[in-house]
Structures are given as C-alpha cells and as structure tokens.
C-alpha cells in the first residue's frame, strides 16, 4: 500500500480523523467556492489522464456545484 504526504500527515495530526476520512470513507462538507472548484479541476485533471476530456469533466462537475447540486 503506497501513502501520500497528505495521508500520514492526517494520521499524525489527528489518528482519529484519518481513519473516519480514510478507512470508513467519511467526507468533510466544504462549501467554500475556492474548494469545491479545487475539487472539479482534480477530477478534470485525473480525466486528463485517463486520456478524457478534461474540459468536459470539468464544465460537467464544477457546473453541478454552481447550479447548486451536492
């Protein structure tokens, strides 16, 4: 099993809270606009190189935000 930075980091921060968002697959709200286009681009670029459409995931997912989805 591979970690990223950001996983240990968690862990050592707060074991806790590594395990509700890692292993029991809890998800943070996060309402800010700043974050939720953060996380539209992450899957446009993960599109990217799955040789998608990168704009089209993008448009797609950041355009269910604006619209006032999840």
Known sequence: MTYSY?????????PRRYRH???DGWQEKDLRAAMLFGRSFEKALAA?????DAA???????????????
């Open 56 to 70: 089209v995931a993008l448009f797609e997912d950041w355009s269910a935000y604006r619209d006032g989805g999840p």
């Open 6 to 14: 950001t996983q240990i980091s968690h862990y050592l921060a707060c």
């Open 48 to 52: 990217y190189f799955r040789r998608e």
């Open 21 to 23: 968002k890692y292993l």
